[in-house]
C-alpha cells in the first residue's frame, strides 16, 4: 500500500492545471532562469512570467528579493491573498521550488507546484501559448521573513560535527568531490575551491524524480534519505551551488516527507566555497 506524502495539497498534475488554469482565484506562474529559451517560446495558457533573476533575486545585493519587493512582484501578476498559486519551472521545477521557498519564506499561505514542471506539460503536448496575459492588480502582501525556513553561513558553521544535525549536498558527485566547479551548463557562477561543506551527505536532487520529472513514491524517497543519516529526528540543512537544486530537495524534505526542521541555505557553494578559511573536503 502506498503512502501519501505528508502534505499532498501542494502539489497539482499537469491534468489539474489543464482543468483549472481559467478559474478566477488561481493564478499559474512559469519560472525561469531563462524566459528566452522557455516561456517566451510557448507556456501553459494564461500564465505569468516569473523571472528568475530579475524577479526573485535582489537587483544589488547577493540575497533574494525584499519583503517590499515580494509584495510588488505577486501584486503585479495579479495575486491576492486569496489566490491559489501554482508554480512550474524551466528545468525539472528548480527555479519554481527556489520561488516556492522564497514565497513560504514571507508568508504566503497557498502555493503549489505542478509535478514535473515545464517538461511533463511539453512532453503530454498539452496546449501552449505565447500570448501574453495581464491580470487586474492583487492585493497580497509578503510578511515578515521566516528565517526557520532559511540557513546562513553562521548557522552551517555552528552545526559541523554537532549530533542531532545533517547536511545535505544535493550537486552531482563530480561538484561533490571538488572535480569540477560548476554543471556545464552554469560556466560563470564558480567557487574558488571545489569540495563540500565537512560531513554532507551527497544526495543528488535529481534522484528524487521519476524520469518523467514528477516525484518519486515516499517509500522510494525514505529509501534515499534515511540510510544516508538524513532522518526527521534530526535537523537539517539542504545546500547546492546557489541554492535552487537545494530548495528542490527542501521541498521533498519538508512537504513531501514531512520533516519538521528542514532549512535551505542558498549560500550554498558559491558562498562556503569562496570564503577565506571556511573548512573544505573532497
Not at 550537486?171 to 560531513?199: D, M
Amino acid at each position: 500500500m502506498s503512502i501519501s506524502y505528508t502534505h499532498p495539497e501542494v502539489l497539482v498534475d499537469t491534468n489539474w492545471v489543464l482543468q483549472h488554469h481559467k478559474d478566477a482565484n488561481i493564478r499559474i506562474a512559469e519560472v525561469d532562469y531563462d524566459p528566452v529559451a522557455n516561456y517566451n517560446l510557448g507556456h501553459v495558457p494564461g500564465s505569468v512570467l516569473i523571472d528568475w533573476k530579475k524577479d526573485i533575486n535582489d537587483p544589488v545585493r547577493r540575497d533574494i528579493l525584499s519583503q517590499e519587493a515580494t509584495t510588488e512582484l505577486l501584486q503585479r501578476v495579479g495575486v491576492s491573498d486569496s489566490t491559489t498559486l501554482v508554480l512550474y519551472g524551466d528545468y525539472n521545477n528548480w527555479f519554481a521550488a527556489f520561488a516556492f521557498w522564497v514565497l513560504k519564506y514571507y508568508g504566503f499561505k497557498d502555493v503549489r507546484l505542478m509535478n514535473g514542471g515545464r517538461k511533463k506539460w511539453l512532453d503530454e503536448e498539452q496546449p501552449i501559448a505565447k500570448e501574453i496575459t495581464t491580470y487586474a492588480r492583487g492585493n497580497f502582501k509578503a510578511s515578515k521573513s521566516n528565517d526557520s525556513l532559511r540557513a546562513y553561513l553562521q548557522d552551517v558553521r555552528g552545526v559541523l560535527g554537532k549530533k542531532g544535525h545533517a547536511l545535505v549536498d544535493v550537486r552531482g558527485p563530480k561538484e561533490f568531490s571538488g572535480e569540477i566547479l560548476a554543471p556545464p551548463e552554469y560556466p560563470n557562477e564558480h567557487a574558488q575551491r571545489g569540495g563540500h561543506i565537512p560531513g554532507a551527505a551527497n544526495i543528488p536532487w535529481g534522484q528524487a524524480v521519476k524520469e518523467d520529472g514528477t516525484f518519486k513514491s515516499v517509500e522510494e524517497l525514505k529509501q534515499l534519505y534515511e540510510p544516508k543519516g538524513i532522518t526527521k529526528d534530526k535537523k537539517i540543512i539542504t545546500y547546492c551551488r546557489i541554492g535552487e537544486r537545494s530548495s528542490h530537495t527542501w521541498f521533498v524534505l519538508k512537504y513531501l516527507l514531512g520533516y519538521s526542521d528542514v532549512k535551505n541555505y542558498d549560500g550554498s557553494w558559491t558562498e562556503w566555497g569562496n570564503m577565506v578559511r571556511n573548512p573544505v573536503e573532497k
